[in-house]
């Protein structure tokens, strides 16, 4: 990088860093320190609840997905609207009318102190897990970026978050994610617009969208009903749906940029500001990764982005192997240059047409020899997965944006990272203080106490967070990684709120069995048969076993069980 990119990024790091810690710095009570002084408006809290969501992985990952597959990823976000509606209209006023610090108080109230701590417990395994993959997103960037060691980049990122979240907390971490996300949504547009000045001067962006379809990567609704197919209308607007509601709606990383809000109504409006941007912004990000694949199209490149795994692989006995990859690679893509050439130039529709399965053969050959390539690294390199679609992104920032949006474009996915994790570490902090330190183990401690002990309790998830990043090397997609692993969690968590909201007549021995069995039937399933039913059906399937089997127990005597107050 030249000393331009370098300014660039890290007064724009440093200064968020900076900026979160003295706004913040008188945080005296655990009320201010978890919920900010219930100080924010509407704008905050929108741009709070994004930002958390919006981590380095979306800014990484998502434009990889559109290059790999397409643009059908964003029908994962078709059930979010509705379950934003539907949280602000039943989840947000039970909360501010119990005057609750985290969701799982009032599971407490409403069953009984093993089912809070159940619902917390696993609430804290897959953010925490999920806390190590944002980590572990921007510092594949500073790796490749900066020639760094991967487990340096890890730790400087981590730290660099655990700062402004134990020195501030919540405020802090609205505070500043409100201008992070202005300074994302700043770059990736400029971005975009970069992309397309890059794509030659006689493919226009209608020309782009034309070349991409014929290549199969415009279908962005797909109304298939195989349950093997990942991303369709249907597993969008019914496992989004059930994953979002879950998400905004008991998620303590989500549910505490919320509880933040001056009001009822500051809370709500903050999530529709979502539920009105959020599908255009996923849309958006993934058609910056379909122009991205239209400019590889014509400017020539190795068969894989991920050069750090390219330059090890050169370096064992099967470098020749990869390297005749690599040729065909290259010879494929001329072809293919070629053909985009002629298609672009053809008028009649016959021709078009004639072209177009030749471009869909073109690109299926292109595939093929990309993830054979893919399979040498994995046995050059063991341990190494070839997460190629993470890097696709990253190598175009790198190799073709100019001075200075370099800088910017680095500075706006590592603050996606850090805006995403410092959200997460201090919903993880504040569950463990309240619902387990709390309540078990000191019940009447002073404000000071609690803040200091919060804040102790943030810095431990952190490193927690840096350990597991160090191990997320593991997986093949971060932006996929991060779904699946909610997935697994959030159906039943869902389905503990579903019950306790609507099934007035189930008691808390029912639901408790019936939330450790369904659970352990969600992983059974994505085990044994993770490939044949996509991972999105697992949130509807975790929240109507839940619900179904409490109904069921219910049915043998278990009485509801209401206590007179949260704890």
Known sequence: ???????????????????????????????????????????????????????????????????????????????????????????????????????????????????????????????????????????????AAL?????????????????????????????????????????????????????????????????????????????????????????????????????????????????????????????????????????????????????????EHPVLFDQASVDSVNKTEYADEFNALNNQHLTQFKKKRLAIQQFNKATEGSEKAQLKEELLRLEGESKVIRNKAKDVVKTALPGNNAKDSDYVFLSFILNYLPTGLVGLLLAVIISAAMSSTAGELNALGSTTLIDFYQRLYKKKGSDKHYVIASKAITALWGVIAIIFALFANMVENLIEAVNILGSLFYGTILGIFMVAFFLKRVGAKSIFISAIISEIIVISIYVFFGDIIAYLWLNIIGCLLVMALASSLALFGNKPLVSPKVH
């Open 1 to 143: 990088m030249e000393l331009l990119d370098w300014f660039v990024m890290l007064s724009t790091l440093f200064g968020i860093v900076i900026y979160g810690v003295v706004k913040t710095r008188k945080n005296e009570n655990i009320h201010s320190y978890f919920l900010g002084g219930k100080s924010m408006g509407w704008a905050a809290i929108g741009l709070s609840v994004m930002a958390t969501q919006a981590s380095a992985i979306t800014f990484i990952s998502t434009p990889g997905q559109a290059y790999e597959s397409g643009m059908g990823f964003v029908q994962n976000y078709f059930g979010l609207p509705l379950a934003l509606i539907i949280v602000a209209a039943v989840f947000i006023p039970i909360y501010y009318k119990l005057k609750v610090y985290t969701a799982y108080q009032y599971l407490e109230q409403r069953f009984d102190l093993r089912t809070r701590l159940l619902a917390a417990f696993l609430f804290l395994i897959q953010r925490g897990l999920a806390a190590g993959i944002t980590i572990y997103a921007p510092a594949i960037i500073l790796s």
């Open 147 to 299: 020639g760094w060691d991967l487990t340096y980049t890890i730790l400087f990122v981590g730290i660099l978050v655990i700062i402004y979240t134990v020195s501030g907390g919540t405020k802090a971490v609205s505070l500043t994610q409100k201008w992070q996300m202005m300074i994302i949504m700043m770059g990736m547009f400029i971005a975009f617009f970069v992309i397309l000045n890059k794509i030659p001067d006689d493919i226009s962006f209608i020309d782009s969208l034309s070349i991409a379809g014929s290549m199969g990567k415009l279908e962005i609704v797909n109304f298939s009903f195989d349950p093997s197919v990942r991303y369709t209308f249907w597993t969008g607007i019914t496992g989004g749906l059930f994953l979002a509601l879950s998400y905004f709606g008991t998620d303590q990383s989500q549910v505490q940029r919320y509880l933040g809000g001056k009001s009822v109504k500051e809370s709500r409006l903050g999530l529709m500001f979502n539920a009105l941007l959020k599908v255009p912004m996923q849309f958006f990000i993934l058609l910056c990764g379909l122009m991205v694949f239209v400019f590889f199209q014509f400017q």
